[in-house]
């Protein structure tokens, strides 16, 4: 293996790899306070701003192919590339939940804005900090950062539950508010995506780092 | 130079194979992308005969300045031959004709009059096996100075250590560089073959198959020298083995029965070739 040419594809992997991953998450930070702001214009930024993620998305799979054509890596360094690869879709998928999410601040733009259960400021606050932390895992490839975003995802998905419970309450006692509670119904069935994502980045690290494929094996993996 | 997507290839892959090997005319598939780049050496319209036997059909290829450059086939496709025209190592062989050109740096190489042993100065070239002189491992790199008459010892000494530097071997000699070159390792024989090749500062470096006597510890040093010394220096390599070329070049050649078939990025060539011929090949189907 000619390490030098490997390490500087690699580098040149992760760097672009992490500002997709940065991106990503400046989206969905703008797109969440677009709503929480009733900004429309924010909203339109992060909208206008997907196109980026989806030509770097592009991008950092093209520099995985590459660098699988050119250098046959094995071990832990196909690991790492099949889980960038793996990741940079989901990347791109939380991409498309923050456009999801400043489409509801337009839809919702002349509407009055009931007040959120509080369910749902927990759960976006939640998954955003899953996120991160996903974010800190793979840069570290960290496996006790990993399993704290997968034991995460459970919070998040009884938080949801609570949420569409007071949702749905709200929307039979104010029929005449319908519409935002529903922008707000999507809204959590979104971050709870959000999480999800997370999460599978969060496996993917561990795979990375363990060798182990262990979705479907929380039981073994999620605890250490 | 031509962009013919691989799609619209008019004959079957085993169709245009055949035609090669009927000796029908076939014309390089080059990728816009080597037509942009500057090139240190030109080869233009080349053909070599050995005795009856043709061995290089119209070959035009441009090798980039300051890149390394792979040209990879199947046994008997006309790599090495190739290789060695562009210092005419094969004007050596008797029975050798050829037609057509090459040019390092716009200075024609086979223009009659053409001295022969100025020209090689101006090419370094490292064989599949290293080939240390019977001598000490800092005579070795001095050599082509001595054979020009250099003896101011400060000189010597400061070609030897920076060549010895720019082939990552100072540091492993520098102590012994009064001792025999036929003690060092195999690996370390053939980084010396590259200092000494680097100590006259070629224009081209030329390489032939020079890890294939090699263990992957002493090839690895060397893919990594390579890189060190892309840049500075242009690399001519002929490898056989595949992996190689993908890892080790910005571009790559691929040959067959004597013609240059595809030539483009090694990151296009190994991931989507324009040609159905050279896709079976990088994937082993034939060859």
Redesign the interface.
Known sequence: ??????NRDLENLKKQFLSLFALVEDNLRKAMRSLEERNDELAREVIRGDKSVDGAEVGVEEEC??IL????PVGQDLRYITAILKINRNLERLGDQAVAIARITHALRAQPMPEWPPEIGEIAEKALRMLQLAFESIIHLDTAIARQVWTGDDEVDELTERALLTLRSEMRAHPERLDALLGLNSLVYILERVADHATNIAKDVLYTVLGEIVRHRGKEFKRG | MNDIPATSAAAPAADRLAAIARGETFETVTHASVAREDAILEVVDFRLHYGAKQALFDINLRVPRGRVTALIGPSGCGKSTLLRSVNRINDLLSAVRISGDMRLNGDSIYAPGVDVIELRKRMGMVFQKPNPFPMSIYENVVYSLRIDGERNAGVLDEVCERSLRGAALWDEVKDRLQESALGLSGGQQQRLCIARAIASEPEVLLMDEPCSALDPIAT?KI??L???LSGDYTILIVTHNM??A???SDFTAFMYLGRLVEYGR??DM??KPELRETEDYITGRFG
């Open positions: 293996m000619a390490l030098l040419h490997f192919l590459k054509a050119l250098h046959q | 690895n893919e990594d390579m890189d060190r992996q190689q993908a890892r080790t090694t990151e190994f991931r």
